[in-house]
């Protein structure tokens, strides 16, 4: 019985290490970017020795992908009503934006770095061509379709939360539903050109 409560109580402390360590990893990742970030970083700030995040993660790469999983959503999302479709996306994703940090991590990193790009890239294929797809499109549709859908919200991404242009930092939630919406809803529903 002694050796169960053990070995229940290393894997609470282990749990808690990763945790630690996701949590410093997904700070310098937001702040430094994947580039300049380091293991030796991430382990200061995480208060533990450097090889205690490679025995839990591998590598940077590894220790990356756990620290920037993301996971949009998209099939809970609800399809009606239908002519509301690009609005109801466009204000999800401006929620995600404003409430992960991570996804700006991500996307400074995707630009540069396979290991990210594949990560954001796994969003279109197993998030959004589905979600097409459920729209009734055929498949080669689907794939175009939430191609130009991704590349609408991410263009968005990047002015309003990476580069931080003014203009697309000054306009409101309500306003840059207003003008993406219909675009998305286009991309998803309208008829093919």
Not at 20 to 37: P, S
Request: glycine fraction near 6%.
């Amino acid at each position: 019985m002694t050796g169960t409560t053990e070995n229940q109580q290393a894997a609470r402390r282990s749990d808690a290490t990763r945790a630690t360590i996701l949590d410093a990893a997904r700070e310098r990742f937001v702040a430094d970017g994947y580039e300049k970030a380091t293991i030796r970083a991430i382990a200061r700030d995480a208060k533990i020795d450097p090889s205690m995040v490679m025995r839990y993660y591998g590598n940077k790469a590894g220790l990356f992908a756990a620290a920037v999983a993301i996971d949009p959503g998209l099939p809970g999302l609800s399809l009606e009503p239908r002519e509301e479709i690009g609005r109801t996306l466009v204000r999800h994703f401006l929620t995600l934006w404003e409430e992960n940090g991570e996804l700006t991590a991500l996307m400074r990193v995707g630009a540069t770095d396979p290991a990210a790009a594949d990560r954001m890239q796994s969003v279109l294929r197993e998030q959004m061509i589905p979600l097409a797809r459920r729209l009734g499109h055929e498949p080669e549709q689907a794939q175009a379709r939430a191609a130009l859908c991704v590349s609408t919200v991410l263009g968005l991404a990047l002015t309003r939360y990476v580069l931080r242009f003014p203009a697309s930092v000054a306009l409101g939630r309500e306003e840059i539903v207003d003008w993406l919406g219909p675009t998305v809803q286009r991309y998803l529903t309208a008829p093919t050109p």
